[in-house]
């Protein structure tokens, strides 16, 4: 059992602070993924309770940091231990269970001008238009049309050089780009170097630098293997419609199927309320996940 306890940063803990309305939990992390890490300690303490040490089952509990950067506390544990042969990560998925999972590549740019006094703009070059131009000429490559849904693709951040009343000579854009599984992210960064290797033919003067700091594939583990084939029982025992999906964010299960690990990801929570101002689980839904993860283990030998 795999959970997270980093969260994105906060700027400011007064409003982020936890808050109880009801059964719903609210405040930064509730749904990515405090509520799956609450989730696995509370499953983990049942088996510590239910069984005496001699009885109890391999199953183990790792709760790490840095998943929200590039995956520091997951990697440690994999360079150190013999990787498992499944794990179950508590991403919030609104208890769907996920054994597909979305690629992932970030894409850096960075545009450099000419700085000039901001009522002299024809004396300079504008990093931020070029930089727009840039984004433009990417977005409207057919590659990136969003109603194919092959490629999630989100700016994350863009900066310029703040220095008052100029043109500005340096923009700094981060983007993100999710990947349906077996699409390559070697493949994309290529794709993108080609179509703004262009970029110089339609924008004058464009001095455009392009990096990829981090890629990470996706997978595709199906349905047919022990673990999907213990679920149909764990859900029917508890009440719960048992739903299948992909996993359409980046996690440690990326590097844990890069190390010949199954990683299946099911928590409480849904994905569109992580990262946000109004980031909330349900506490019932905790609860069924606690007793997902101890259904795992009770069944999991039975359907090997």
């Known amino acids: 059992m795999v959970g997270h306890v980093d969260t994105v940063r906060a700027f400011d803990l007064e409003d982020f ?54 995956g520091d506390g997951s990697m440690a544990f994999l360079a150190s231990c013999q990787p498992p042969p499944w794990v179950v990560i508590g991403e919030p998925t609104g208890l769907a269970a996920c054994f597909d999972h979305y690629g992932y590549l970030e894409a850096g740019l960075v545009t450099t001008g000419r700085r000039s006094h901001s009522s002299l703009p024809e004396l300079g070059h504008n990093a931020v238009e070029s930089m727009l131009r840039v984004l433009l000429h990417l977005w409207n490559d057919p590659v990136f049309a969003q109603e194919k849904a092959q490629i999630v693709s989100s700016i994350r951040e863009m900066t310029s050089s703040r220095a008052g009343f100029v043109v500005p000579d340096r923009c700094e854009t981060w983007i993100d780009l999710h990947l349906q599984p077996g699409k390559a992210p070697g493949q994309l960064e290529q794709t993108i170097r080609q179509i703004l290797g262009s970029a110089d033919r339609l924008i004058p003067g464009l001095d455009l630098k392009l990096d990829f700091d981090f890629a990470s594939p996706g997978y595709s583990l199906g349905t047919d293997n022990p673990v999907a084939r213990c679920l149909p029982a764990i859900y029917q025992a508890l009440g719960l419609s048992l739903r299948f999906d992909a996993f359409r964010s980046h996690s440690d299960g990326n590097l844990f199927f890069a190390a010949g690990t199954g990683p299946v990801i099911l928590g409480p929570g849904e994905l569109e309320a992580a990262h946000t101002p109004d980031e909330q689980v349900s506490f019932a839904e905790v609860l069924a996940a606690a007793e997902i993860y101890l259904g795992f283990v009770w069944r999991w030998r039975g359907c090997i």
């Open 17 to 70: 602070g936890p808050v109880e309305e009801g059964d719903i939990i609210r405040g930064l992390g509730s749904a990515d993924m405090k509520g799956g890490c609450a989730a696995m300690v509370e499953a983990w303490l049942a088996l510590a309770d239910a069984l005496p040490p001699a009885e109890r089952p391999p199953v183990g509990l790792l709760l790490v940091v840095g998943e929200e950067e590039n």
